[in-house]
Every structure is written in structure tokens, then in C-alpha cells.
């Protein structure tokens, strides 16, 4: 048995990782300036909710692209909660509780879909959200958004490197309990589902209820990075969610690998770099239309790159450079 195939059978415990994750985000936030910390506490925010739609999408099979939305609903419900109650915590404790409902509702509808009736639904949820900020605009402030009150952090703390405390400490937790989750028997009923819906009901598995779940988790945890984005703006409007936030999420996790945790966080580093990477580009070009629409190009031509490269995504990269050192041997 060869050195590579010893590291490959020998598997640490998520604990393990989720720790030494830990300590490295810890580190960095002493020696990276303070808007790459901020940067830092966005992957962080990003990884919530992609670890939840990889979750959805690539162990489930189903398509989603309204998970923007239920980003928007736990910002505006942490928004609405810590400006009348002034408590984080309780905050938090209801935006993840009212999108886990609305996921549990959007679960229940896609659990009767398929395909793109599944897409449809969730498209026509992410079209249907921004609009009610500006029907009840005595209640959301329509357009203008609103703006989220708190406490400043400790003065030995810097702003930015609590974000990333903050931020990094719901993003491990969220991926030690995914990835907990499906190591399980729920993560081979996901697995069952998605690879044939009738073999799975011949073995025993309620595959509306494995649907409904899955619905339900990675609502759990878009509500959560929606409560996240909302304390790391301290603010929120319809235009931090628009319709593109939901297709970048989806090409993000095709891009670092479907149904890989480890791939969910190639796509929330992808979300914070080429939006920036675009806007820079843009700027350099004095282009304003250019760079709106940049962001988009350049998520679809690394898609497509990527695809070609490594079908699996660039999670996949380690284990097809392992085959391939094999294969030469």
C-alpha cells in the first residue's frame, strides 16, 4: 500500500478539521489588515449557506435557486428582532427560526416537483421576497432598507476581527453538524434519493420526508449567513439579494464541487474573489455597465474552465492528482 492510499483510507474526524480550521482563522485575523479580515469574515458568511445548498443540491438532487431569498428573510428578520430587542443572540435564535418555517413551507411544495417545476418554484421565491420590502414599506423601509443596530465589540478588539470570530465561529459550527448530519444514515438516505428516488422507496426510505429535511436544513443555514451578512453590513435592503446572489450561489458550489463540503468552501472563497476581481477589472476600464455585468461572465467562464478541467470540481483536483500519480506508478 502506497503512501497516497494510506492518507486516503485514514480520515480524520470532522471535529479534527473543524479545530484545526479553527486555529489557522484565529491566526490569520492577527496578521491580515483589517478589509482582508473583513473579506475573511464574508467567506465565512458565504460558507454558511453554500455548505447548506451543497447539502440541498449536490447530496439531494435538488435544484434551488431561491436560496438568496431566504438569505434576505433571516437578514431582515435579525434586522427587525435586534432593533426592537437589542439581544445578538435572540436575534439570531429567530432569523434562523422563521427561515427554518419558511423553508419547511418551500419544502413541503418542492417535495410534489421536479426538475425545473423545482426550479421554477424556488426562482419564483426569489422574485416574490424583494417585492415585499416595497409593498410593506412602513415595515421594511422599502428600497432604502434598514439599519441594524449593535453593540460595539470589546475596544481591545478590532471591529473587523470580531466579524471574523463571528462569522467563522457559525461557519464551523454549521459545517461540523452538516457534515456530522451526513456521515449518518440521513446522509445515505440524501445519497439514496438523489440517485434513484424508486430504489430508495423499495429500501425503506420516506423520500418526501428526506426531501422536506433537506429543504429544511439548508433553509437553517441560508437564514443563518443572512444573519451574518446583515451584522457585517449592519444593514439590510433588497438590493443586498438580488436574483444574481442565487445563481452565483449555485454556480459557486458547481464550481467547488457538488456534494463536498470541502467544495462548499472553494465557493464561498470564489464569491468573495471574483466579484472583486471584477470590479477591479471594471474600474480599470472606466466601464460602469461593464462592470455590473462582469461578475456573471467571469462565474460563467470559470464555470465552464473548470468543468472541462475537473468535472468534479476543484475538489476533485486532489484525488484526480493522487489517480494520475498512481497511474504513472
Known amino acids: 500500500m502506497t503512501t497516497i492510499e494510506i492518507v486516503r483510507k485514514v480520515r480524520p474526524h470532522p471535529a479534527v478539521v473543524i479545530t484545526l480550521g479553527a486555529l489557522l482563522v484565529v491566526a490569520l485575523t492577527f496578521v491580515l489588515p483589517p478589509f482582508r479580515n473583513y473579506q475573511l469574515a464574508t467567506v465565512g458568511a458565504y460558507l454558511c449557506v453554500t455548505a447548506g445548498l451543497t447539502v440541498l443540491t449536490g447530496l439531494n438532487g435538488q435544484l434551488s435557486l ?21 439581544n445578538l443572540p435572540l436575534s439570531f435564535a429567530v432569523a434562523v ?65 470580531w466579524q471574523v470570530w463571528l ?54 443555514c441560508a437564514g443563518i449567513a443572512g444573519a451574518l451578512f446583515a451584522v457585517l453590513a449592519q444593514s439590510v435592503s433588497p438590493g443586498a439579494f438580488p436574483l444574481t446572489l442565487s445563481l452565483f450561489l449555485l454556480m459557486a458550489i458547481v464550481i467547488g464541487g457538488l456534494g463536498s463540503l470541502f467544495g462548499a468552501l472553494w465557493g464561498a472563497v470564489l464569491l468573495v ?43 476533485s483536483i486532489p484525488s484526480r492528482i493522487s489517480r494520475l500519480i498512481r497511474r504513472n506508478r
Not at 459545517?175 to 449518518?184: H, K, N, P, T
Open 66 to 86: 431561491g436560496h438568496g431569498a431566504l438569505m434576505a428573510t433571516g437578514a431582515y428578520t435579525l434586522a427587525l428582532t435586534q432593533n426592537k430587542f437589542l
Open 97 to 161: 427560526l422563521t427561515t427554518t418555517v419558511a423553508g419547511a413551507v418551500i419544502g413541503l411544495a418542492a417535495a410534489r416537483l421536479r426538475g425545473p417545476y423545482l426550479a421554477g418554484l424556488t426562482l419564483a421565491v426569489a422574485t416574490v421576497v424583494p417585492s415585499v420590502t416595497s409593498t410593506f414599506d412602513e415595515t421594511f423601509n422599502s428600497d432604502q432598507g434598514l439599519s441594524v443596530a449593535l453593540d460595539p465589540p470589546p475596544e481591545t478588539v478590532p471591529m473587523e476581527q
Open 167 to 220: 462569522c467563522w465561529s457559525a461557519a464551523l459550527i454549521v459545517v461540523l453538524l452538516l457534515a456530522l448530519l451526513v456521515r449518518g444514515r440521513f446522509g445515505r438516505d440524501l445519497r439514496a434519493v438523489r440517485d434513484d428516488e424508486t430504489a430508495a422507496k423499495l429500501a425503506g426510505v420516506d423520500v418526501a420526508r428526506t426531501q422536506v429535511l433537506a429543504f429544511v436544513v439548508s433553509a437553517a
Open 273 to 315: 474573489l471574483l466579484p472583486a476581481l471584477s470590479q477591479a477589472v471594471g474600474e480599470s476600464t472606466g466601464s460602469q455597465r461593464l462592470e455590473g455585468n462582469l461578475a456573471l461572465v467571469v462565474f460563467g467562464v470559470v464555470l465552464v474552465v473548470v468543468m472541462l478541467a475537473a468535472p468534479g470540481g476543484l475538489a
